[in-house]
């Protein structure tokens, strides 16, 4: 399962993709306002896309098919390899569409159920990203819902990829990898704790005392 990094902070993009775990970035209009509600969407993404270079989701604002197709085209003015993120909305399924037969990546977001992600895959596109986190802050059971998703997937050999979103917790991730989301799309924040183990931590302390005492038996032997 590919990780891609949930964000449009430079910083922490530049931080994960130093650690050689990413293949790509998710962004949306939330996460580029929490950074700067004053940034320059254009510049912050190509500024993203220079950094990374695997794959960028971009997300449209229009919630009708001709202005996501106009702001589809727009974003493929910036750089032509983007992913056009579109809403789950009859308007975007349309959009969708059209930008399959163009031959253009999409990922269609904000999908909370099988029958969504089914649809999405129908109309053409190239990523279906089901949202975990706010399925949960509901009362429902998100990794049934994944589980739901991923066998449809497995039944019919579907081409486009599972993108496992709104994650909120290092389970999240396991969950996703377990029933074969191809992608988890995954905050910063997240991420670290993911790699963490008190552990290692405490692995790595008795190691280097270890080699201090060595060193200090070894000065004892040569200052003898
Ligand atoms: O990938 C979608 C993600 O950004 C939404 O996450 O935590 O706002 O539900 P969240």
């Known amino acids: 399962m590919q990780i ?62 001709d202005g996501m197709l106009r702001e589809a085209e727009e974003i493929r003015s910036w750089f032509p390899e983007a992913t056009i993120k579109i809403p789950m ?55 049934s819902i994944l589980e739901e998703v991923a066998n449809i997937w497995y039944v019919h050999n579907f081409e486009s990829k599972i993108i496992a979103a709104s994650i909120r917790n290092p389970l999240h991730i396991i969950q996703s990898a377990k029933v074969g989301a191809h992608i988890a799309t995954v905050p910063f924040d997240v991420l670290k704790k993911s790699l963490m183990h008190p552990l290692t931590d405490q692995g790595i302390d008795i190691f280097l005392k270890d080699y201090d005492r060595m060193q200090t038996e070894i000065q004892k032997i040569i200052t003898e």
């Open 89 to 143: 909305l009859p308007a975007g399924l349309a959009a969708v569409k059209e930008l399959s037969k163009k031959n253009i990546p999409t990922n269609v977001t904000l999908i909370f159920s099988p029958i969504q992600a089914l649809a999405a895959n129908n109309a053409g596109a190239t990523y279906v990203s089901l949202f975990l986190g706010r399925l949960d802050d509901i009362g429902m059971n998100s990794a």
């Open 4 to 65: 891609y990094l949930d964000s449009a902070n430079i910083q922490h993009i530049q931080q994960a993709a130093s650690w050689g775990i990413i293949d790509g970035v998710t962004t949306n209009p939330s996460l580029l306002a929490k950074e700067d509600p004053k940034v320059d969407v254009k510049q912050r993404i190509l500024e993203i896309h220079k950094m990374v270079g695997g794959h960028l989701s971009v997300e449209v604002i229009s919630t009708n098919t």
